[in-house]
């Protein structure tokens, strides 16, 4: 109902935790949750030609090593979350990895995020899939500009007052 306290702290526009009494964009206040240790793994996938999937695998694309590349994309994309997506909260990253799996029509991504703080990693999951699987499209444009990102998607989260959390 208009005019309550959600549990996260703050907000009180039907429960919209980045709206404050006024409608005005917020961060939530987090300060009063406990440091957990918390974990999010994102996926998505990358869909192209078979001439495109099997240069990537090979490694001979001529831009150089695609899967190198977007690893290490999305692991600094995580890191600079807070500075894409506005109110999000800035988090100390325990570690990032991206796992590319290349395929016959394409590459799949998942990242997994992991931090002990007050407020989860999803954001930072879906940012690392998001990045890794644009700089395949950057770095293999050249054979197949018809290329297509798809299912970006929370896999499972761990930690944190909601708990464990699946697909």
Do not use: F, N
């Amino acid at each position: 109902m208009a005019g309550e306290r959600d549990a996260e702290g703050g907000g009180d526009r039907e429960g919209l935790t980045h709206l404050d009494a006024a409608g005005h964009a917020r961060m939530v206040d987090v300060s009063a949750k406990p440091a957990t240790l918390r974990t999010a793994i994102a996926a998505g996938r990358i869909l192209m030609s078979a001439e495109a999937a099997a240069a990537i695998a090979a490694g001979t694309v001529v831009k150089g090593d695609v899967l190198a590349a977007a690893r290490i994309a999305g692991i600094m994309a995580a890191k600079r979350t807070a500075d894409l997506i506005p109110l999000c909260h800035p988090v100390a990253l325990s570690g990032v990895t991206i796992d590319l799996d290349a395929a016959p029509d394409g590459v799949t991504a998942t990242a997994t995020a992991r931090t002990t703080g007050p407020t989860g990693v999803e954001m930072e999951a879906l940012t690392a899939v998001s990045v890794a699987l644009l700089t395949v499209y950057d770095m293999a444009k050249a054979l197949d500009r018809g290329m297509r990102i798809d299912g970006i998607g929370l896999v499972a989260k761990s930690g944190g007052r909601s708990g464990d959390w699946q697909a």
